[in-house]
């Protein structure tokens, strides 16, 4: 296996170069922060990520967890990462002080998981469920049940999982049948299916707390009918012991990857015995569980970035030592072989895997950033990061998890016939990943949720922040030396983005919403291409501007390997652009007026 599974250098480069988080300790909610507190933190998830998760991260794969006697077992290891995870701080790093949290701003926070989900994504997981969903008792739960679930939750002690899936309904959440019923008794009792449930139950824990999609008896039919509930496995008796709650597990999923934690199938109230509690008011169960739906889809994101990110430090350190071959042109057959990398192709497979990873890292910062803005910033301002957060999650879900898939590949091909083998670590990087365009959301989704509410809500507000920002950025880039050929690329980017975006939207009068959203998966790639040239052409000015100044000379390859790299993605990706709004204004719905019978034999 490969010692490196992320750079810490990219990671402080993006904090503090181009996203000035120290800027943030200005403000007092995190006052008590510095940038010396925040490399300490940063130190200290590298050391848990080399000492705790990169040992495990083959084992976890290979022993995967398995039902027995209606329990999940896992990896013996995971009881003990999870007391770290909670006893560190980790659960709780974002929390207020006052409910015993780190009050860490949210990007630093994700440069701390970018480390550990890249050294063992898997790991990583229980920690951050657990985290959404005590965020989300924290925001919307009664006090009693802050009181009862978050102290043992944020200590590790607890699982938290989202419960909204079911069999019959998958991603159409309307359709969910699971019924609580009500009691006098201040509870639910709750009965239905719930399907691909991360962490749904396991042996690590003493208690899992499940974040459950319901609709009260009763209650409308459709997204406007559905509640959110708490339900545990186990819940307190009268004398705060734990006794079972009537949920049961159905079966385990065997994955392609992503073995290291369960997926499961639950059953609640077969006993008619589950009971839940409400969550925040009936009936607007979904609008309270999109915080922790939109905290994951952008933790999706972070986890694709974070296993792209270990394949290609996997692939690069092969290539790096992986004698073959002679230049190009050589005529001597007895020189001394060379490094692989020293050929321009795998050179190529190198730049699409770092421009991917750290493309993807800088998307994931600036939405985590915004989030940071929140809660520092004047009232007024808080529309204007709320929109921009709205519009770019369902690229920064995306981008890294279907670019992922692409960039792991390539790391398998630089490693060529090895890579393929459970020998080197790469082909257990590709599987790993290949979930991510899937759950939270498919791609397909993320698409329609773009185009068919983020860049039309509020009259399509959203995107003219978006662009009022990328071109303020250009702006500042053009009196960069040697940036004005990526700024004008960048500009005539945006005016294709413009242009599809009306083309698009005036669909919807001429043709109807079925034709506009057909291709909506087409136009979140193409967005999701100019976003990351977006956060390129960020990085390169600020790379650009450290070169014009006096850097240290260790800091040269660094520098101009940012900028090659992002020379390589305004060449070789966002070119890609012009195929897709080829595509997106043509009139021809083939995929809407192809009639379903024509695929049949």
């Given at each position: 296996?490969a010692?490196?599974f992320?750079s810490?250098r990219?990671?402080k480069f993006?904090?503090?170069?181009?996203?000035?988080?120290?800027?943030?300790t200005?403000n007092?909610?995190y006052?008590?922060?510095?940038q010396k507190?925040?490399?300490?933190?940063l130190?200290?998830s590298?050391k848990?990520?080399q000492?705790?998760?990169?040992p495990?991260?083959?084992e976890?794969?290979r022993?995967a967890?398995y039902?027995?006697?209606g329990?999940v077992?896992?990896?013996?290891a995971?009881?003990?990462?999870m007391k770290?995870f909670?006893e560190?701080?980790w659960?709780g790093?974002?929390f207020?002080?006052a409910?015993d949290?780190?009050?860490?701003p949210?990007?630093?926070?994700?440069?701390?998981?970018?480390?550990?989900?890249s050294?063992?994504?898997s790991?990583?997981?229980?920690?951050g469920?657990?985290a959404?969903?005590?965020?989300l008792?924290h925001s919307?739960?009664?006090e009693?049940l802050?009181t009862?679930y978050?102290?043992?939750?944020m200590a590790?002690k607890?699982?938290?999982?989202?419960?909204?899936?079911?069999p019959?309904?998958g991603?159409s959440?309307?359709d969910?049948?699971?019924?609580?019923?009500?009691?006098d008794?201040?509870h639910?009792?709750l009965k239905?299916?719930?399907?691909?449930?991360?962490?749904?139950?396991?042996d690590?824990?003493?208690?899992?707390?499940?974040m459950?999609l319901a609709?009260i008896d009763?209650?409308?039919?459709g997204?406007?009918?559905i509640?959110l509930?708490?339900?545990?496995?186990?819940?307190p008796?009268?004398?705060g012991r734990l006794?079972?709650?009537d949920v049961?597990v159905?079966?385990?999923?065997?994955k392609m990857g992503?073995?290291?934690?369960?997926i499961?199938e639950?059953?609640f109230g077969?006993?008619d015995?589950c009971?839940?509690?409400l969550v925040?008011?009936?009936?607007?169960?979904?609008m309270?569980?999109?915080?922790?739906m939109?905290e994951?889809?952008?933790g999706?994101?972070?986890?694709?970035?974070a296993i792209a990110?270990?394949?290609y430090?996997?692939?690069?350190?092969?290539?790096?030592t992986?004698?073959?071959?002679?230049k190009v042109g050589?005529?001597?057959p007895?020189?001394?072989?060379?490094?692989?990398i020293?050929?321009?192709d795998?050179r190529r497979?190198l730049?699409f895997?770092?421009a991917?990873?750290e493309g993807?890292e800088?998307?994931?910062?600036?939405?985590a950033?915004?989030e940071?803005?929140?809660r520092?910033?004047p009232?007024?301002?808080?529309?204007?990061y709320e929109?921009l957060l709205e519009l770019?999650?369902?690229?920064?879900?995306?981008?890294?998890?279907e670019?992922?898939i692409?960039s792991?590949?390539?790391?398998i091909q630089?490693l060529g016939g090895y890579g393929?083998?459970?020998?080197?670590?790469?082909?257990?990087h590709f599987?790993?990943?290949r979930?991510?365009?899937?759950h939270?959301?498919t791609?397909g989704i993320?698409?329609?949720?773009?185009?068919?509410r983020?860049?039309?809500?509020?009259?399509?507000?959203?995107?003219a922040?978006?662009?009022?920002e990328a071109?303020n950025?250009i702006?500042?880039?053009?009196?960069?030396?040697?940036?004005?050929?990526l700024s004008?690329?960048?500009?005539?980017a945006?005016?294709?983005?413009?242009q599809?975006?009306?083309h698009l939207v005036?669909?919807?009068g001429?043709?109807g919403?079925?034709?506009?959203l057909?291709?909506a998966?087409?136009?979140l790639?193409?967005f999701?291409?100019i976003?990351?040239?977006?956060?390129?052409l960020?990085?390169?000015?600020?790379?650009?501007?450290?070169?014009?100044?006096?850097?240290?000379t260790?800091?040269?390859?660094?520098y101009r390997?940012k900028?090659?790299?992002a020379?390589?993605?305004?060449?070789?990706?966002?070119?890609?652009i012009k195929g897709?709004?080829?595509r997106?204004?043509d009139t021809?719905?083939l995929?809407?007026?192809?009639?379903?019978?024509?695929?049949?034999?």
């Amino acid at each position: 296996m490969a010692g490196k599974f992320v750079s810490m250098r990219n990671l402080k480069f993006l904090l503090y170069e181009v996203f000035d988080t120290v800027a943030l300790t200005r403000n007092p909610y995190y006052s008590q922060h510095n940038q010396k507190s925040f490399d300490l933190v940063l130190d200290a998830s590298m050391k848990l990520a080399q000492k705790m998760l990169f040992p495990l991260f083959e084992e976890m794969d290979r022993k995967a967890p398995y039902l027995e006697d209606g329990q999940v077992k896992v990896h013996p290891a995971v009881r003990a990462i999870m007391k770290e995870f909670g006893e560190g701080g980790w659960i709780g790093a974002t929390f207020p002080e006052a409910w015993d949290g780190e009050q860490l701003p949210g990007i630093l926070h994700c440069a701390c998981q970018l480390i550990k989900s890249s050294a063992n994504y898997s790991a990583g997981v229980y920690a951050g469920l657990t985290a959404g969903a005590a965020r989300l008792i924290h925001s919307f739960a009664a006090e009693h049940l802050k009181t009862t679930y978050l102290p043992n939750m944020m200590a590790g002690k607890w699982q938290g999982t989202m419960a909204l899936t079911e069999p019959q309904a998958g991603s159409s959440l309307s359709d969910i049948t699971t019924t609580a019923y009500p009691t006098d008794k201040g509870h639910y009792l709750l009965k239905g299916q719930k399907v691909f449930i991360s962490a749904g139950d396991h042996d690590g824990v003493d208690n899992v707390v499940h974040m459950l999609l319901a609709r009260i008896d009763g209650a409308p039919q459709g997204v406007k009918g559905i509640s959110l509930f708490l339900v545990p496995k186990k819940r307190p008796d009268e004398k705060g012991r734990l006794v079972p709650n009537d949920v049961s597990v159905s079966q385990v999923f065997h994955k392609m990857g992503y073995r290291g934690a369960p997926i499961t199938e639950l059953s609640f109230g077969d006993k008619d015995d589950c009971r839940g509690f409400l969550v925040g008011e009936p009936n607007r169960g979904l609008m309270h569980m999109f915080q922790m739906m939109n905290e994951a889809r952008i933790g999706v994101g972070l986890g694709a970035a974070a296993i792209a990110s270990a394949a290609y430090y996997a692939a690069l350190e092969y290539c790096q030592t992986r004698p073959q071959g002679r230049k190009v042109g050589a005529k001597d057959p007895s020189a001394p072989q060379i490094p692989i990398i020293e050929h321009a192709d795998v050179r190529r497979m190198l730049l699409f895997q770092r421009a991917v990873v750290e493309g993807s890292e800088g998307l994931l910062m600036q939405c985590a950033l915004y989030e940071d803005f929140l809660r520092t910033t004047p009232p007024e301002e808080h529309l204007k990061y709320e929109l921009l957060l709205e519009l770019l999650t369902p690229m920064a879900k995306s981008y890294p998890s279907e670019m992922g898939i692409l960039s792991t590949s390539q790391a398998i091909q630089c490693l060529g016939g090895y890579g393929y083998c459970e020998d080197f670590p790469v082909e257990q990087h590709f599987r790993d990943c290949r979930i991510h365009p899937i759950h939270e959301g498919t791609t397909g989704i993320q698409g329609m949720d773009l185009l068919g509410r983020k860049v039309v809500m509020k009259e399509g507000r959203a995107l003219a922040l978006f662009l009022e920002e990328a071109r303020n950025n250009i702006a500042e880039a053009r009196s960069v030396a040697g940036l004005e050929a990526l700024s004008q690329k960048l500009e005539e980017a945006l005016q294709t983005l413009e242009q599809v975006t009306g083309h698009l939207v005036g669909l919807i009068g001429k043709r109807g919403v079925e034709i506009f959203l057909a291709d909506a998966t087409l136009y979140l790639e193409m967005f999701g291409i100019i976003a990351v040239a977006w956060q390129w052409l960020l990085q390169a000015a600020v790379a650009q501007k450290a070169l014009q100044g006096k850097p240290k000379t260790t800091d040269l390859p660094f520098y101009r390997g940012k900028l090659v790299t992002a020379r390589y993605f305004f060449a070789y990706e966002l070119p890609k652009i012009k195929g897709l709004y080829q595509r997106l204004t043509d009139t021809d719905a083939l995929t809407v007026e192809m009639d379903s019978s024509y695929f049949n034999d």
